[in-house]
C-alpha cells in the first residue's frame, strides 16, 4: 500500500480530466491528498470525464472536487480558487496543466488563435499563480508548472512550445518571487508523452514513427515527479525544470528509417 504523505493536504490540477492531469491526479489522491479536479468545459466530455475521475478518487477515500473554469479569464480563475476556499478549506498544491493549442506553424496562426495560445498558455497560468497565492501561503505550497520539449527544441507544428518556454521563466522569477512568502515553484518538462494529443502529433511529424519505444515517456512518470516537487524531499529544488524524457533529449537523435 503506497505511503500516504499527502494526509490532509489539497491539490489543484488545472486541465485534469484527461492525460497528463489526470495521471497526477491519480498519484497525488494515492499519496493521501483531496483533488480539485478542473474541467474548461460545461457539457462536453472534459465533464464527463472530470466526473468520472472525481468518482475513481472518493472510491480509494480522498475528497474529490469538480470545478469548471477557463483559465484564460481571470474572474473564472477568481472563481476557481473562490471554490477550492469553500470546498476544500485550503490549498498545498498548484499544479498548472492546462494548455491549449492548434497544432500549425507560427507564420500560419490566426490572430485569435494568436489570442488564444497566450490566454490560454500563458497569462491563464498567471492568473492562476497570483489567484492562488494566499491560499498557498497559509500552507507553505508548492506550484509545479507541466512543460515540454517544445520550450527548447524545434517542431513546425508546435507553437505551444513557445508559451512553454516563456513559462519556464516565470517559474524561475516565481520562484524567488514567492520565497518570502515560503511558496515553492519548479516545473517538470515531459518528454514524448502518449496522451490524446499524440494522435495529432504523430500526423503531423513522420519520423515520431521511428523513435525507439522506450524513448516514450508515460503520463505516470510524469505524475511521480510532479509528487516529488510537492513532496519535502524537494526542499533544496527551487525555480528548476526537471526534464523527465527517458534521455531523448541528451542527443541529438537521428532514426534509421524503415526499409
Known amino acids: 500500500m503506497e505511503t500516504r504523505i499527502f494526509d490532509e493536504k489539497v491539490a489543484l490540477i488545472t486541465g485534469s480530466s484527461r492525460g497528463i492531469g489526470k495521471a497526477i491526479a491519480r498519484t497525488l489522491a494515492r499519496a493521501g491528498a483531496d483533488i480539485v479536479v478542473n474541467y474548461s468545459r460545461t457539457g462536453g466530455s472534459s465533464e464527463e470525464q472530470a466526473g468520472k475521475l472525481c468518482e475513481e478518487i472518493s472510491s480509494i477515500g480522498r475528497r474529490a472536487f469538480m470545478v469548471q473554469a477557463d483559465i484564460s479569464r481571470k474572474e473564472s480563475v477568481k472563481e476557481l480558487l473562490k471554490e477550492v476556499s469553500e470546498k476544500a478549506g485550503r490549498l498545498d498544491f498548484l499544479i498548472l496543466n492546462a494548455a491549449r493549442t492548434p497544432f500549425k506553424p507560427l507564420e500560419k ?44 527544441f524545434y517542431n513546425p507544428s508546435y507553437p505551444l512550445g513557445s508559451m ?92 534509421m528509417k524503415k526499409q
Open 164 to 255: 512553454k518556454a516563456a513559462m519556464e521563466s516565470v517559474v524561475r522569477d516565481c520562484a524567488e518571487g514567492l520565497k518570502q512568502k515560503n511558496i515553492s515553484v519548479n516545473a517538470v518538462c515531459g518528454g514524448i508523452v502518449k496522451t490524446d494529443s499524440f494522435k495529432v502529433l504523430r500526423q503531423l511529424w513522420e519520423e515520431i514513427e521511428y523513435i525507439p519505444e522506450d524513448l516514450f515517456v508515460e503520463p505516470d512518470e510524469i505524475a511521480d515527479v510532479v509528487k516529488f516537487l510537492c513532496s519535502t524531499d524537494s526542499r533544496a529544488v527551487c525555480g528548476q525544470t526537471i526534464v523527465v524524457d527517458h534521455g531523448f533529449s541528451n542527443r541529438l537523435y537521428q532514426p
Open 109 to 152: 496562426l490566426l490572430e485569435r488563435e494568436i489570442r488564444q495560445l497566450v490566454d490560454t498558455n500563458y497569462i491563464g497560468n498567471i492568473f492562476c499563480i497570483q489567484a492562488s497565492v494566499p491560499l498557498l501561503e497559509n500552507t507553505g505550497g508548492k506550484i509545479v508548472f507541466i512543460s515540454s520539449l517544445g520550450s527548447r
